[in-house]
């Protein structure tokens, strides 16, 4: 059995909008600790690892998490990943404080972190992996 893969990026970038309009503020994530599941594709049926660290920086939300090689969906994501076919991260949450942005959209203030993910199309164009280690 492997320790897994370790896998950096950001989940969420501050301070610019998704593309649904929302924009994360700096400090939104205060209080939220890396006991959250790392999932492919958002789905709570498909584990890939565990989440090590989240840190708000000036730029995000930046996580390190190892991804398993001994379950399928791991060693997919991990293909995935390694062939530049997939280096979307993002985050499932809860909102717990937020104000409508004039335009459309919503200025997230805080929010409850439920999971973060390994995606295809990251809500956020630049919450991206950046690193893979062994």
Request: hydrophobic letters at 40%; one cysteine or more.
């Amino acid at each position: 059995m492997s320790d897994g893969v370790l896998v950096r990026g950001y989940v969420s970038r501050f301070d610019t909008p998704d593309r649904s309009g929302d924009l994360v503020r700096r400090g939104a994530f205060a209080g939220s600790r890396a006991d959250v599941p790392l999932l492919w594709q958002h789905d709570v049926e498909r584990p890939i690892g565990r989440v090590l660290s989240l840190v708000e920086d000036a730029a995000g939300l930046r996580m390190e998490a190892r991804i398993s090689p001994d379950c399928r969906d791991g060693r997919d994501a991990l293909a995935l990943l390694r062939a530049g076919a997939v280096d979307g991260l993002s985050f499932g949450y809860r909102v717990k404080q937020a104000r409508p942005v004039p335009g459309g959209g919503r200025e997230l203030l805080k929010l409850e972190l439920l999971e973060c993910s390994v995606v295809t199309l990251p809500m956020h164009a630049h919450a991206r992996v950046t690193a893979i280690l062994p």
